[in-house]
């Protein structure tokens, strides 16, 4: 019995040590977990919006050195394309496709194939319209990004960032 509470002491002490270990690595990866930092920009009009009224949500990805972000297109048996969508809990729908900055186009060590991707910066624009029935005030258009991140050496598993940026409708106040 005393060679058991020795052993689980044992056990309690190397586990102890390995967790007080995980920081010192785990802080190195964290910083290279958001190698992407999104930012989202409403084009309105100069006018108060109404009910089917047309305007361009931009979206722009800085992309840390080193990391690339993949295109919306790729091909099977590659990274997993960055896929933008709209929640549909919002008085605001996706009117046309979605434009974006050209991609390059190289062959990608991780995946063994040619991949499309951004550096640096990308941009998206969303054409949007007011859905019928919005409400006057204040109101937050929103947007998802699910992505996949690479650098030359390791892929980071895909997330999802929620977007928002404030948009009034039907107010005759200039914004």
């Known amino acids: 019995m005393l060679s058991f509470h020795a052993g689980a002491k044992g056990i309690l002490a190397f586990t102890l040590a390995a967790a007080a270990a995980l920081p010192a690595t785990g802080g190195r990866e964290q910083a290279a977990k958001d190698p992407i930092q999104w930012s989202i920009k409403a084009a309105v009009p100069d006018k108060p919006l109404q009910a089917g009224d047309a305007f361009t949500v931009q979206l722009l990805a800085a992309i840390e050195d080193g990391w690339h972000l993949y295109s919306t297109e790729q091909a099977e048996g590659g990274p997993i394309p960055t896929r933008i969508s709209m929640p549909p809990d919002q008085p605001f729908e996706q009117s046309g496709s979605i434009e974006a900055s050209e991609p390059r186009s190289a062959l990608d060590p991780n995946f063994n194939l040619t991949t499309e991707y951004y550096e640096g910066q990308a941009a998206f624009y969303i ?49």
Request: hydrophobic share 40%.
């Open 127 to 175: 054409p949007v319209k007011v859905a019928a029935g919005a409400a006057s005030g204040k109101s937050l258009v929103k947007v998802n990004v699910y992505y996949q991140t690479c650098n030359d050496q390791i892929c980071l598993p895909p997330k999802t960032v929620k977007l928002s940026a404030e948009v009034r409708i039907g107010t005759s106040a200039r914004w």
